[in-house]
């Protein structure tokens, strides 16, 4: 059982910028990896951003490439989603995930590759 809890959501004007964390535990968090989804309202859940297990490997959707960086703390169980020069179209629930049946350095972005989800933080971009 992996439990994933996210954080730093909220509202923001478009151009600013926002943090979000998701803290785990229940394993070990070096043993597998991460990503970062997000769902608008009427709209399919979509990968984001992935981490490896170690934190080495990244890769980030077209979307929010060069805005949106991923990054994780293997000490601290906690993985990051910096979002900068924020946009309307970001408004959504934004989901952290576990996958634990990745290869090492390898990032998934399948949603039904991650096993474990978080309750989801609401980030709203006004115009």
């Known amino acids: 059982q992996v439990q994933l809890v996210e954080s730093g959501g909220g509202l923001v004007q478009a151009g600013g910028s926002l943090r979000l964390s998701c803290a785990a535990s229940?394993?070990?968090?070096?043993?597998?990896?991460m990503g970062w989804f997000r769902q608008a309202p009427g709209k399919e859940r979509e990968f984001v951003a992935g981490t490896s297990r170690s934190g080495r490997s990244t890769y980030h959707a077209d979307s929010v490439k060069g805005r949106f960086t991923i990054s994780r703390d293997n000490a601290r169980e906690t993985v990051y989603l910096q979002m900068n020069s924020l946009k309307p179209e970001d408004t959504a629930a934004y989901y952290c995930?576990?996958?634990?049946?990745?290869?090492?350095?390898?990032?998934?972005?399948?949603?039904?590759?991650?096993?474990?989800w978080g309750q989801g933080t609401q980030v709203t971009v006004s115009s």
């Open positions: 995930a576990a996958d634990l049946t990745s290869y090492s350095g390898t990032v998934s972005t399948t949603k039904g590759d991650y096993d474990y």
């Open positions: 229940g394993r070990t968090f070096s043993s597998y990896a």
